[in-house]
């Protein structure tokens, strides 16, 4: 599975959903009647120690990685896709 082979998640199954876990990021996915829930979406995490977590991709050679940059709000940012052609983004505040 993506998230947890490629970004390291741990992935549980819950009564009404997934949660999907990694140090302080924690996402919750649910059901819900559309037919495709899990498609189409942007996900932005925050998080610490971005240019470790991106090394650390860069390491696993994940698809659709983009680069670590500066973005225009003044936060070092980088995304990609999964699989199901979603848009993750991982930002950090800088000081």
């Not at 009564?15 to 990694?22: P, Q, T, V």
């Not at 996915?29 to 925050?46: D, I, K, M, Q, W």
């Not at 991709?57 to 225009?72: E, H, I, M």
Request: with cysteine.
């Amino acid at each position: 599975m993506f998230y947890s082979d490629g970004l390291g998640f741990a992935v549980y199954k819950e009564a009404d959903g997934l949660r999907i876990r990694r140090s302080e990021l924690d996402l919750k996915v649910t059901h819900t009647r559309e037919t495709a829930p899990l498609t189409n979406l942007s996900v932005v995490f925050r998080v610490n120690k971005i240019r470790k977590l991106h090394s650390e991709y860069v390491d696993r050679a994940l698809p659709n990685l983009g680069q670590l940059k500066l973005g225009a709000c003044g936060k070092l940012q980088f995304s990609l896709s999964d699989p199901d052609g979603n848009s993750l983004y991982f930002v950090e505040e800088v000081a």
